[in-house]
């Protein structure tokens, strides 16, 4: 999956999200995304990361090894 679907996809499944995505190992498998959310307001973190998390299900079955978030809202 490329960088740039994953910005989408998170863009796309929360409107209005600010999305930074990073590669820091430049392997294209691991990868940090940073999303600021006002929909996260009033959410924990674990359930901050579960919305995110629920976009890429079949992903992280297959090809999206790892995906690191650091969430906040905004």
């Given amino acids: 999956m490329q960088l740039s679907e994953i910005k989408s996809r998170i863009e796309n499944g929360l409107s ?3 999305v930074e995505i990073l590669d820091p190992f430049n392997d294209g498998v691991h990868i940090k995304a940073v999303v600021v959310y006002s ?16 976009l890429f299900q079949e ?3 297959g090809d999206l090894h790892a995906l690191a978030l650091e ?3 905004g």
């Fill in 16 to 18: 209005g999200a600010q």
């Fill in 39 to 54: 929909g996260f307001d009033g959410k924990s973190l674990i359930q901050q990361h579960r919305m995110v998390y629920d």
């Fill in 59 to 61: 992903e992280l079955k």
């Fill in 71 to 73: 969430t906040r809202s």
